[in-house]
C-alpha cells in the first residue's frame, strides 16, 4: 500500500500542487462567477433607472400656452364684489360672498380664452371650427381665469399674459408622441387643430415649460392635461406620518419587551413565529384585514389615508419589530453584565446602555420598513384608495390617493401616449422620496454608529 | 486600617458580637447548602463557605467545576441566566441575599462584580466611572463626581495614565487599562465586596502584575474574592483559597497550606498539575 503519508517528500508535494491548480481553478470561477452576477445586477438597475428617466424626465415639462387675454367687460359682466357691511354677521357676508363666486363662476370664460387664441392665430374663427379651436387649451383652465379674476378684479378691462396648459392630445402632437403620418382617422386631434397646434408652436405662443400642474395639482379626468400629483403625495404624506408614528414607537416596544424582558417560553416562541410569519403575508392581505376591521367594524371613513395609515401600520410592524430584535440581540451580552453588575436595574441597563448602542440599527430599520410602506399599493387598493379624488386632503381623514396608487391608475389610462410619461414621472417621484429616506437611514447609522 | 496580612480561619464565633464597625475577622458573606441548577443539570452541589471581611479568597480548581457559578451566586449575577436557579442560604452581613424582599439593585451596590473580559461601556472614560455613582445617586453635582471619578482612578492605579484624556472611549484603551477601569468603576460605587472572575486571564503578564497589585492594596479597604485559573496567582495574592471540584468545595484554608499541606489528595493532586 502506497499511502500519501508513506509518499517521499517530492512525491507529497507533487500531489498537494495537482490539487493547487485545480483549487485554484475554481477560485477564479467563482470570482468570475460573482463578479458577473454582481455586472448583472448593475447592469439592470442602470436598465430600469435609464428607462425611466428617459420616459419620464419630458413629462416634466409641457406644452403650455402664454396667451394675451382680455378680460372683456362684456363677457366677464358680474356685479361688484360684497364688501362686508358694519353690523352684517360673518355667516351672512360669506354667503352674499359665495352667491358673487356662484355669478363669476356662470361667466362664459371659455370665451376669453377662444378670442385670445383666435388673436393668437391672427384669423376670423367659423363657428364650426369652434370644437378644434376648443382641443387647444385643456378644458380646466377656464376655471383657472376664473380664480385669478376672484382674485384680482382689478383684471377686468385689462389684458394679461397669462400661462394656460395645453391640452394633453396637443402636447403629444407637439413632442412628436404619436406618428404625424398617420391618416386623419387615426390621429386624436383633427388636421385644423393639429396645423393651429404648429403654427402656434412655432409663434412662440406654446412652448415646453416646467410643468407645475404635475405638483400643484390633483388627478383629474376631464382635463387629462393639469393632472398632477399633490393629492396622492398629500395622502401619502398623511400615511408615513401615520405609519412613523404608530410603527415606530410599538415595534420597538414591542421589540424590547420580547427581547429583553419577556421569559423564553412557548408563548413567546410561538409570538416570535408568528411575527416572522407575518412579514412574510402578502401585503394584500392586510388590505383585506384593514377592510374588515377598520372599515367594516370600526366603520372609520373609505379611501382615508388614516385607515391606509393603519393598515400599512399592520404591514410594517413585523419588520420592524424584528429589525429591532436583531439590532439589540447584536449588542454584546458584556455590557448588559457590566450595567447589571453596577447595580443598574434591567430597565436602566436597557435604556442607558443597550438601546442607544442598538438605535442606529434600529433607525435604519424603521426606515427601511416605512420606505416600503410608502411604495406599497395593494392593500391601498382594497380600503378604496384608488378612488378618484379631485380634492387635495387637508386631514388624514379627507379621501386621498397615494403616490404608487396614482402610478397604478394613470398606468391604466386610455390615453397612454400621454399618460406614460406621466406615470414613470410619477415613478420619478416616488423614487426620489424613497431614495431620501434611504439616504436619511444611511446618515442616521453613520451619524449614531458607535466605535467599540 | 492596615493591610490585612493576619487572616482569622472561619471566625464565625466573632460574628456573635457583630459591630457596625469594620473589625478583622468578621465574616462578610456565608454560604450554606448553596446548590445550582442550570435546567436539569446541577452544577453546585451545596457549598458551604464563610468569607471574611477584608481578606482576599481566591476560587480554584479545574474548568466547569463551578467555582465561577458559585462567585456569581454572591451577588445574584445568576438571575439574569435564563433557567439557572439557586438554592440554599447566602448571606451578607447576616441578612439574606435571596430573600424576596431584598432589592437586588441594594446588593449589587454592595457586592461588585469584575468580569473575565474588560467590559467598559463604549462611553468616555468618565462615564464610565461617574455611571453607578450618578446611578446611585451617590453622587450629582458636577464637582462631587469629578472628585469620584479621580479618586476611583487613582484607587485603581490609572490616573496619571489617563488624566489628560478623560473624554476619550474607555474601549481606546489597553486590555490592561481596560480592566483597570471596570475595577474603577466598581469602587466608584464603594462596595464593601468585589468579585472577579478571573480579572488578568485575558491579560498580559505586566498586566497581569498589576492588576494583582491592585488586589493586594484594595484588600485593606474591601473584601475580594476572585476566581482564577493561575495558581501562582492564587498563591501570590489570595490569603485563603478555595478548591473547587465537579461542583464541590473539597477544601477551604490558607492559602499557604493548601498549596503546602493541602488536606484532601484532589487538592494535592491539582495543585501538583496531576489534572487540571
Redesign the interface.
Known amino acids: 500500500m502506497n499511502t500519501i503519508t508513506q509518499a517521499s517528500r517530492g512525491e507529497r508535494l507533487a500531489i498537494i500542487e495537482r490539487s493547487l491548480a485545480s483549487r485554484h481553478r475554481q477560485e477564479k470561477r467563482f470570482r468570475r462567477l460573482g463578479l458577473a452576477a454582481v455586472v448583472t445586477g448593475m447592469v439592470l438597475v442602470l436598465i430600469l433607472f435609464a428607462s425611466i428617466l428617459m420616459r419620464g424626465l419630458p413629462a416634466f415639462w409641457q406644452a403650455t400656452f402664454y396667451l394675451d387675454i382680455h378680460f372683456d367687460s362684456d363677457i366677464v359682466n358680474v356685479s361688484e364684489r360684497p364688501i362686508q357691511q358694519e353690523g352684517e354677521s360673518n355667516a351672512d357676508f360669506r354667503e352674499r360672498d359665495f352667491t358673487w363666486q356662484s355669478e363669476v363662476g356662470r361667466v362664459n370664460w371659455q370665451q376669453l380664452i377662444d378670442n385670445a387664441l383666435a388673436e393668437a392665430l391672427g384669423e376670423e374663427i367659423e363657428p364650426q371650427q369652434t370644437r378644434d379651436l376648443r382641443a387647444l387649451v385643456t378644458s380646466a383652465e377656464r376655471r383657472t381665469l376664473r380664480d385669478r379674476f376672484i382674485e384680482d378684479q382689478s383684471l377686468l378691462g385689462e389684458t394679461h399674459t397669462i400661462k394656460l396648459l395645453a391640452s394633453a392630445n396637443v402636447d403629444v402632437w407637439i413632442k412628436g408622441n404619436i406618428n404625424r403620418d398617420l391618416p386623419d382617422s387615426q390621429q386624436q386631434l383633427s388636421a385644423q387643430t393639429r396645423e393651429w397646434a404648429d403654427h402656434l408652436y412655432e409663434e412662440g405662443v406654446i412652448t415646453n415649460a416646467f410643468s407645475t400642474a404635475l405638483f400643484l395639482n390633483t388627478d383629474s379626468r376631464s382635463s387629462l392635461a393639469s393632472a398632477g400629483l399633490a393629492g396622492a403625495f398629500m395622502g401619502s404624506l398623511f400615511m408615513m406620518l401615520i405609519v412613523m408614528l404608530l410603527s415606530i414607537p410599538i415595534g420597538v416596544a414591542s421589540a424590547i419587551y420580547l427581547e429583553e424582558f419577556a421569559p423564553k417560553n412557548r408563548l413567546t416562541d410561538l409570538i416570535e413565529i408568528n411575527i416572522n410569519n407575518l412579514a412574510a403575508v402578502p401585503s394584500i392581505v392586510f388590505g383585506l384585514l384593514g377592510a374588515a376591521i377598520f372599515i367594516g367594524y370600526l366603520r372609520l371613513p373609505l379611501s382615508a389615508p388614516l385607515v391606509g395609515g393603519l393598515v400599512l401600520t399592520l404591514m410594517t410592524l413585523p419588520t420592524i419589530i424584528i429589525a429591532t430584535r436583531a439590532a439589540l440581540r447584536s449588542i454584546p451580552n458584556s455590557i448588559r453584565q457590566a450595567a447589571l453588575g453596577m447595580g443598574a436595574s434591567k430597565v436602566q441597563t436597557v435604556f442607558h446602555h443597550v438601546l442607544p448602542l442598538a438605535l442606529p440599527g434600529i433607525l435604519t430599520g424603521s426606515i427601511l420598513g416605512v420606505a416600503q410602506a410608502l411604495g406599497e399599493t395593494a392593500p391601498l387598493l382594497l380600503i378604496g384608495m384608488n378612488a378618484f379624488v379631485s380634492n387635495i386632503p387637508a386631514t388624514p381623514f379627507d379621501q386621498a390617493s397615494a403616490l404608487p396608487v396614482q402610478i397604478y391608475l394613470w398606468q391604466g389610462n386610455e390615453l397612454r401616449n400621454f399618460f406614460e410619461a406621466r406615470t414613470s414621472a410619477a415613478i420619478i417621484v416616488l423614487l426620489a422620496l424613497m431614495l431620501s429616506l434611504n439616504a436619511l437611514a444611511i446618515w442616521l447609522r453613520k451619524k449614531l454608529e458607535t466605535r467599540w | 486600617m492596615t493591610t490585612a496580612t493576619v487572616t482569622v480561619p472561619t471566625a464565625m464565633h466573632k460574628s456573635e458580637q457583630r459591630s457596625d464597625s469594620h473589625q478583622q475577622g468578621q465574616v462578610k458573606m456565608s454560604t450554606r447548602g448553596v446548590k445550582v441548577f442550570y435546567g436539569d443539570s446541577q452544577a453546585l452541589h451545596g457549598i458551604d463557605l464563610d468569607i471574611v471581611e477584608n481578606e482576599v479568597i481566591a476560587f480554584i480548581g479545574p474548568s466547569g467545576c463551578g467555582k465561577s457559578t458559585f462567585l456569581r451566586c454572591l451577588?445574584r449575577?445568576n438571575d439574569?441566566i435564563?433557567g439557572c436557579r439557586v438554592e440554599g442560604d447566602v448571606t451578607l452581613d447576616g441578612n439574606d441575599i435571596y430573600a424576596p424582599s431584598l432589592d437586588v439593585?441594594?446588593?449589587?451596590?454592595q457586592v461588585?462584580?469584575?468580569?473575565q473580559?474588560p467590559?467598559?461601556?463604549?462611553k468616555s472614560i468618565y462615564e464610565n466611572i461617574a455611571?453607578?455613582p450618578r446611578?446611585?445617586g451617590l453622587a450629582s453635582r458636577r464637582a462631587e463626581l469629578d472628585e469620584v471619578v479621580e479618586r476611583s482612578l487613582r484607587r485603581a492605579g490609572l490616573w496619571d495614565e489617563v488624566k489628560d484624556r478623560l473624554d476619550q472611549?474607555g474601549?481606546s484603551l489597553s486590555g490592561g487599562q481596560q480592566q483597570r477601569l471596570?475595577i474603577a468603576?466598581?469602587i466608584a460605587?464603594s462596595p464593601e465586596v468585589i468579585l472577579m472572575d478571573e480579572p488578568c486571564s485575558a491579560l498580559d503578564p505586566i498586566a497581569t502584575a498589576k492588576i494583582e497589585q491592585l488586589i493586594d492594596e484594595l484588600s485593606a479597604s474591601y473584601t475580594i474574592a476572585m476566581v482564577t485559573h493561575n495558581m501562582q496567582q492564587a498563591a501570590r495574592v489570595a490569603h485563603k483559597t478555595a478548591f473547587f471540584h465537579m461542583g464541590d468545595m473539597v477544601e477551604v484554608g490558607d492559602t499557604d497550606k493548601i498549596f503546602t499541606n493541602p488536606e484532601d489528595q484532589r487538592t494535592h493532586d491539582y495543585i501538583t498539575g496531576r489534572f487540571g
Do not use: D, E, S, W
Open positions: 451577588n449575577m439574569t435564563p439593585v441594594l446588593l449589587r451596590a461588585g462584580i469584575v468580569f473580559k467590559n467598559p461601556f463604549p455611571y453607578g446611578l446611585h472611549p474601549t471596570c468603576r466598581t460605587i
